[in-house]
């Protein structure tokens, strides 16, 4: 029996090293990635760090400076998730 992946479907920035992120499958998730702040290419300040997309296929976030990471890995440092209400 197979499964669907969530998708990326919308993304916000509100805070440095913070994000959130809605996902196909009507879950919001609020992701501290701080932890990742390590990485050689992860974004120095807010001003890059705004500077996000989601990939072609919804799976993963990537930044001009070339950091990525992938959905799984955004659920796996979040810290708060919820559903999103629906509105006709």
Not at 45 to 58: L, Y
Request: aromatic share 12%.
């Amino acid at each position: 029996m197979g499964s669907t992946y969530s998708l990326i479907v919308n993304i916000s920035t509100p805070e440095y090293k913070k994000i959130i992120v809605e996902t196909s499958d009507g879950k919001r998730y609020f992701s501290d990635l701080s932890p990742l702040s390590q990485v050689y290419c992860f974004p120095k300040n807010k001003i890059e760090w705004d500077k996000v997309s989601s990939d072609s296929f919804g799976l993963a976030l990537a930044w001009t400076t070339r950091f990525e990471v992938h959905l799984d890995q955004v659920i796996g440092l979040s810290y708060k998730s919820e559903l999103i209400e629906k509105t006709a």
